[in-house]
């Protein structure tokens, strides 16, 4: 079989090479060391079928991610600042065998230490007896995360529908500081630019004094970030040489659209998808960008809008409903879960997003929000309410739980907990979800109940939870 990692990411080989193809915080890598490294290291994986990477932004995470994907495995990104409880979830429910790298976690696990970029060693190749796959972790909106597995061919496919509606070239600069273990990080932000052949620069972190001065032509970033850029003056008007800037991972507020428009001379591009589907929808490079909606679907995907009872609704701009995709960018299934992923599904084909949305008579989404609430987008982080009740939980002074996600200018949302507990204060509580948990899952503010609102079956009713309670 020929080389999984030459068909999915040609640029990597063909691209421009001035020996500084991809840096990421201080350190730099040409594309002929990065091949090298890859090949070195995915002649450490020989025989393996999962492994897991603690997604650092570090060049040693690019060139793990490069050698699994060369060896043909099946890749488990783990985010750096991931606490016990969801890591060994991950590393259990993935059947993971390897580590790559040595992070202090892995202790009784087999690791694989990752080449040294700028020593990588001569290692053949070894040719995959089956293709490489991506493992990237929900947010666990309804219980433990669930691994949604993507192929070679869906991220190709939506990395070239991306190219084409953002004029995304070799020649281009991508610049970005996003964490390296989700979708719009590593599969757009690494694998992107890999795939174009073009130079990729990772700020370590996305501050708008790191962004202001990479230099680069397109920028990635969360409306977190662009906020923080626009309320930064010398960092916006330093973005004004960029061709393009792109916000995702939630919604961008209308004023701060306004705000860079004025600042940075134009408008980001705004995107939606998942990470069943990776990026369905998308404004364009060359054509509007309209404050609060997403654009159009890219070539080869196809939407619509239901109400409850499945009857497809009209495409008048006003009328929501869930949004249903059919797209060639779409994942596998639920590593394990075959229920769970026939679930996803209409008995016509349609995939269910569980997003709300409106399309208007000339094709364009605006998307409303979740069909539940239990999806937090904070920060451009998407986390799972139920991952942090279940976390609240354990401590032995909680008796009940429940978490939503508030407006929040800074970060889009910020976690809010309600808890019935005894004998414990909020500080207590957060430090102790931050423990076991990603630190940017914890919540922002507790407030303390008797208890909590439910109605008759004794579900909680998130939608009255702020009337009448004090913060703790």
């Known amino acids: 079989m020929d080389n999984p990692l030459e068909r999915l990411l040609p640029g990597l080989c063909t691209g421009p090479d001035d020996g500084r193809a ?35 932004p570090h060049l040693s995470t690019v060139v793990g991610v490069l050698g699994a994907l060369a060896a043909g495995v099946r890749l488990v990104p783990i985010a750096a600042d991931a606490g016990p409880l969801e890591r060994d979830h991950v590393l259990a429910d993935s059947g993971t065998e390897l580590v790559l790298g040595s992070p202090d976690w892995a202790a009784g696990i087999g690791c694989v230490d990752i080449p040294d970029v700028t020593r990588p060693g001569a290692a053949p190749t070894p040719a995959p007896a089956t293709e490489p796959s991506l493992v990237m972790y929900t947010s666990g909106t309804t219980g433990p995360p669930k691994g949604v597995v993507l192929s070679p061919a869906a991220v190709a496919a939506d990395l070239d529908a991306l190219a084409e509606a953002w004029a995304w070239t070799a020649e281009d600069t991508l610049v970005h500081g996003l ?4 979708v719009h990080g590593l599969v757009l932000g690494v694998l992107g630019a890999l795939r174009r ?4 620069v990772h700020t370590g972190r996305p501050t708008p004094e790191a962004y202001a001065a990479a230099g680069g032509s397109l920028y990635f970033g969360v409306p977190t970030v662009w906020s923080r850029v626009a309320a930064d003056r010398t960092a916006a008007a330093a973005l004004r040489r960029a061709r393009l800037l792109v916000s995702g991972s939630a919604g961008l507020p ?25 990026i369905t929808v998308s404004s364009r ?48 299934g639920y590593l394990g879960r075959p229920e769970a992923t026939a679930a996803c599904w209409t008995a016509d084909g349609w995939f269910r997003t569980g997003d709300v949305a409106t399309i208007g008579p000339d094709g364009w989404h605006r998307i409303l929000g979740r069909a539940s609430v239990d999806l937090i987008k904070s920060g451009g982080y998407r986390i799972g309410a139920g991952e942090i009740e279940a976390a609240l939980l354990t401590h032995p002074a909680v008796g009940e739980a429940a978490v939503v996600g508030e407006p929040d200018a800074d970060l889009g949302q910020r976690i809010v907990a309600y808890v019935v507990a005894d004998g414990v204060d909020a500080r207590t509580l957060e430090t102790h979800v931050a423990a076991m948990l990603s630190v940017h899952k914890r919540p922002r503010r507790i407030v303390f109940l008797s208890q909590l609102p439910r109605n008759a079956l004794g579900k909680v009713q998130k939608t009255r939870l702020g009337q009448n309670s004090a913060g703790g």
């Open 22 to 56: 991809v840096r990421v915080g201080p350190d730099s890598a040409s594309r002929e060391a990065l091949t090298a490294a890859a090949a070195a290291c995915a002649d450490r994986l020989a025989g393996a079928a999962t492994v897991a990477i603690e997604a650092r």
């Open 197 to 200: 052949g073009c130079r990729l």
């Open 179 to 182: 964490p390296l273990f989700n």
């Open 254 to 278: 209308a004023e701060l659209s306004d705000a860079l428009a004025h600042r940075c001379g134009q408008r980001p591009v705004e995107r939606y998808g998942m990470t069943e589907t990776l």
């Open 285 to 332: 490079a060359d054509g509007q960008r309209r404050p609060g909606e997403v654009g159009c679907p890219l070539p080869g995907v196809v939407t619509r809008i239901v109400a409850d009872d499945s009857a497809v609704l009209p495409a008048d701009g006003t009328t929501p409903g869930e949004l249903q995709v059919r797209t060639p960018t779409m994942f596998d």
